[in-house]
Each structure stands twice: as structure tokens, then as C-alpha cells.
């Protein structure tokens, strides 16, 4: 597919001058969904698949963006004095953000660039397309303008910031974080309060991750995520009366059933539940991956599931079709929705023996209930970003 970048690259903006080459992975959540903005802990891992870029300097202010996955939508021309979010911009929004954002943190991108994207996640499935692609922007600053002193921890921040700020999405770190810092076949355990994080080395002597994707598409800015961090906060102000914690992540399941009659929405006690609760269902899985506990673990996502769909309520029925579909398949050791939520992907933990079992009776019963055709994704853990050549 580089060859293929390439050929279009110099068809549409010619050979000359050097045209560098970068790719920042998407990523899967093992575990602690909707805890990152909430000063918990979240455990995910970057794939091998992701998002290309190929990038190149040019002397003026022209920015030039392409997308082979978008190839309708042609050449996206910009300029850096024109840096608002539109509709019309679509896909370009997210680089745009991200050139934004450095010019907030100090550092103005002095001319413009040629720009051809191509991803391999498949877009609306909650894998991070968009952290992906704000994470490789941000690369590709700091690569072709020779900001050496930001670290790919900074460009997690920075995108995430972007996203916030530019793009209205009111997500927390742990999608840019992962796509930036991911290490081959290991997950990162996060702590998303202090960004102090351990590699935890994913050994499946006998397993293998399995993403399914729904065909369920969402936009998260359009969707209840916002609110969610709302009730969040509404929820932890009032704790805020009664207890000195910083965050929901502070508390103990206990200290949580001690005080929690003092939020006085039920839907917000709910919500804080799941986050006080999720988060400390993702350092028992930390510990249990760590221990080689690969049943325990599973059983922590199932957990983390019923979580997200009862208390959080970011499920639908197609994703809760999923996991009841895959709970029933001996072998299959956890199943749970990955992402923001409200369509999307789950990703389950398989015996070897039975991932062959596991994509077909999950895929037919999943196309006779609901008439979607899933897809299945069998993953490997890569590395964060980077350049290519």
C-alpha cells in the first residue's frame, strides 16, 4: 500500500523535495472503559493496524490535505491562516486541530504542507481512527519542522487537547497516550490522573485478541459521551462535600457504597459507579495479566461489560448481542464493548481452539438476529508511532 501512497502522491503534488513517510497505530481497550477522564486507570495496547501519512514541506502558507480512504471528497486545500473547524473541512478538521494546538503550546508551524493519509482502521469502529490520525499529525510537525524537544508523551497530550479544544470532543487521554506510546505485544497500564504508566507484557501462550466490529457506526461528539462526563462531574462535586478526593479514580469500591448517597441524581450515582468501579476492575486485571490469571482476567471484562451497559449505559443491542454470543462459546475467556460506546466493537480473548467456532457462530447468528454482517479482526499488538523513512 506505500507504493500505492506514493504514485499518488507525486500525481497529485508532484516529486520534488523530500517526501517523508510516518504511521501511528489505533488502538483496543483491554479494559477501563470511560475511566480516563475520570482519573483512573485504563489498560490499553496499539495495533499493526492504523494510519499512514506521507508528508512534505512546501515554502508558503498552503495546506494540502488527500485521503485515499475519502477519494471522493478530492483535495482539501487550507491555509494556516484559516484554522477553524468547519463541515466543509470533514476529515481535515483533525490535522488542522492538531497544527492549532502547537501553535497554543508555543510553537507555530511556520509554512504549509502537502499531506495523503491512508488508514486500515475501519472507520466508526472505535479503534481510534481520529487519535490515530492526530497522533501521526503531530509526528509529522514535529519530524518536518524540527521540533525535537516534544516527546511522543507531548504529542499525546497535544491531541488530545485538539480534540477538546478544536474538535468539541470532550474525550480523555488514553486513545492518543496509546497510539503514541504503544510497544509490540504489550499493553500499557495508565494512570490517567498522573500519565505515570507501566508496560504490562501480554502473554497468550494459547489465545488470541479478537476485535468484532458491529457495523454499527457512531459519532462520538454527536452522542451522550459528552453528558457523560457531565454527570461525572456533577456526581464527584457532590462527593467533593463530604470526602477529599481529587478525582471518582481516588475512591475505593468501599468509600464509594460509604458516600454515595450523596449524589443526589440516581442516573449520576450510577454513573460514578461504574467509574470508581471499573477503575478498580482494571488494576485487578493489571495484576491477574501479570500473574498469568488469563480466566480471572476474562472475567473482569465480562464484568466491565454489565458495567458499561447498566450503569454507564453506552451499550446498544447489537454490541450486547455480541457478548452474549460469545459468552456462550467455550473457549472464549472475556467479551466486552471497546471504546466510547453507542455501537462499535467488542473484543473478546479466544482459545486458539476455538477462534475458528467463535467467528463463525458469532457471525451468523449475530447476520440472522440483526441483519448486519460483523467483522472479525484477529490483532496483534504493535508499536506507537513513528516514522518510516
Known sequence: M??????????????????????????VNLIGEHTDYNGGHVFPCALTIGTYGLARKRKDQCLRFYSMNFAHLGVIESSLADLIPSPEADWTNYPKGVIWAFDKYGY???????????????????????????VLTGLILKDLYGIDELTLKDLAIIGQYSENQF?????????????????????????????????????????????????????LVESAYNDRRQECETALKELQEVVRVQTLGDLS??????????????????????AVYENQRTIKAYQALKAGELEEFGRLMNASHRSLKDDYEVSCPEIDLLTELA??????????ITGGGFGGCTVSIVKNDAVEAFIDQ????????????????????????????
Request: proline share 4%; net charge negative.
Open 2 to 27: 506505500r507504493k500505492e501512497m506514493k504514485e499518488k502522491f507525486v500525481e497529485l503534488f508532484g516529486a520534488e523535495g523530500e517526501i517523508r513517510t510516518y504511521f501511528a497505530p489505533g488502538r
Open 108 to 134: 507555530s508551524i511556520p509554512s504549509g504542507m502537502d499531506f495523503l493519509v491512508y488508514g486500515d482502521i475501519p472507520n466508526g469502529s472505535g479503534l481510534s481512527s481520529s487519535a490515530s490520525l492526530e
Open 167 to 219: 474538535n468539541g470532543m470532550n474525550c480523555g487521554i488514553m486513545d492518543q497516550f496509546a497510539s503514541a506510546m504503544g510497544k509490540k505485544d504489550s499493553a500499557i497500564f495508565l494512570d490517567t490522573s498522573t500519565l505515570e504508566f507501566e508496560y504490562a507484557p501480554v502473554k497468550l501462550p494459547d489465545a488470541r485478541i479478537i476485535i468484532t466490529n458491529s457495523k454499527v457506526k457512531h459519532s
Open 253 to 274: 469500591e468501599e468509600e464509594f457504597e460509604r458516600y454515595k448517597d450523596v449524589i443526589h441524581s440516581s442516573v449520576c450515582q450510577k454513573r460514578a459507579k461504574h
Open 327 to 336: 459468552w456462550k462459546i467455550p473457549g472464549v475467556l472475556g467479551s466486552r
Open 362 to 389: 458469532v457471525g451468523r447468528a449475530y447476520r440472522e438476529q440483526t441483519g448486519h454482517e460483523a467483522e472479525f479482526y484477529v490483532v496483534d499488538i504493535g508499536d506507537g508511532a513513528q516514522l518510516l523513512d
